[in-house]
């Protein structure tokens, strides 16, 4: 049971080193002037649909990220869809507006110590963002033992 223990510590320590360092060796703040603030189309990469448009804003060296649009759905259905399964002061609160991604922090390569919103689970996890290029911002949730990575396009 002890050796079961260690490994899994010397595992989590080993998935946070990659998280944290070896797996954004090419990430960026800010590539050709652009930065992360503004408005991102999430995209389902197995259908290449788009899922609902995301907004970005900086208030007080914080960003933060907010539902904006939820897409192939009506207005109605949009403005009725609620989080049925968030953990926290969030649960019941209308998806439209709902802030998702709160207090990541700049830093040289990426976007860290903040926290994102999983909505299908409910839960919160640590993340962290960067851009690949000016129009690509991966979002990366730290979830136990895996990572789970989305990719977000610019809106023009």
């Known amino acids: 049971m002890k050796t079961l223990t260690i490994f899994f510590r010397l595992a989590s320590m080993l998935m946070l080193i990659h998280f944290l360092f ?10 050709n ?10 995209v389902d990469l197995k259908t290449d649909e788009d899922k609902k448009v995301m907004e970005i804003w900086e208030k007080e060296g914080e960003y933060f990220a907010r539902i904006i649009e ?15 399964k968030c953990s926290d ?7 439209l507006g709902m802030e998702i991604i709160s207090n990541m922090k700049k830093g040289e390569e990426k976007y860290t110590e903040g ?4 909505l299908i689970k409910g839960k919160i996890y640590k993340c962290a963002l960067w851009l690949e290029n000016e129009d690509r911002l991966k979002v990366r949730t730290l979830v136990p033992i895996i ?3 989305e990719v977000w396009f610019r809106k023009s």
């Open 22 to 31: 070896l797996s954004t060796l090419s990430a960026q703040t800010e590539v």
């Open 33 to 42: 002037g652009k930065g992360i603030v503004g408005q991102w189309r999430v």
């Open 70 to 84: 939820l897409v192939g759905v009506t207005s109605e259905e949009a403005n009725a869809s609620v989080c049925k």
């Open 89 to 95: 002061k969030r649960k019941g609160q209308k998806l």
């Open 115 to 118: 926290e994102i919103m999983d």
């Open 147 to 149: 990572f789970k990575d």
